[in-house]
């Protein structure tokens, strides 16, 4: 059984930052040796990939338009993902789901994912 779950979702005003935090264990899951992505779901809209960290913590980002606004970090030792988001907008209103992608490199396919956690931005 492998668990993914996050935390750090609220509500927020329009400018300011954030941080979601992941983790996730189980006897299937090396957290170390695995990928760690974040994906988010707008309000009538599919999910789609935001930005993911490899087992050698490179960065990849699923939206290029987040460069700048959106960070991405990982603690082994605390089998953590962190999601650091600035300036946030009205529209970064989602709900975030983290996701263990898969082993040692980023991809578009997830092994395993966490329940989600709400995140909504006012003006």
């Known amino acids: 059984l492998v668990q993914v779950e996050e935390s750090g979702g609220r509500l927020v005003q329009a400018g300011e930052s954030l941080t979601l935090n992941c983790t996730a264990s189980g006897r299937a899951l090396s957290f170390e040796d695995y990928a760690m992505g974040w994906f988010r779901q707008a309000p009538g809209k599919d999910r789609k990939g935001v930005l993911c960290i490899s087992s050698r913590s490179a960065i990849t980002y699923y939206d290029d338009s987040l460069k700048g606004r959106f960070t991405i970090s990982r603690e082994n030792a605390k089998n953590t993902v962190y999601l650091q988001m600035n300036s946030l907008q009205p529209e970064d209103t989602a709900i975030y789901y983290c996701?263990?992608?898969?082993?040692?490199?980023?991809?578009?396919?997830?092994?395993?994912w966490g329940r989600g956690t709400q995140v909504t931005v006012s003006s």
């Open positions: 996701a263990a992608v898969q082993p040692y490199h980023c991809g578009r396919d997830v092994d395993y």
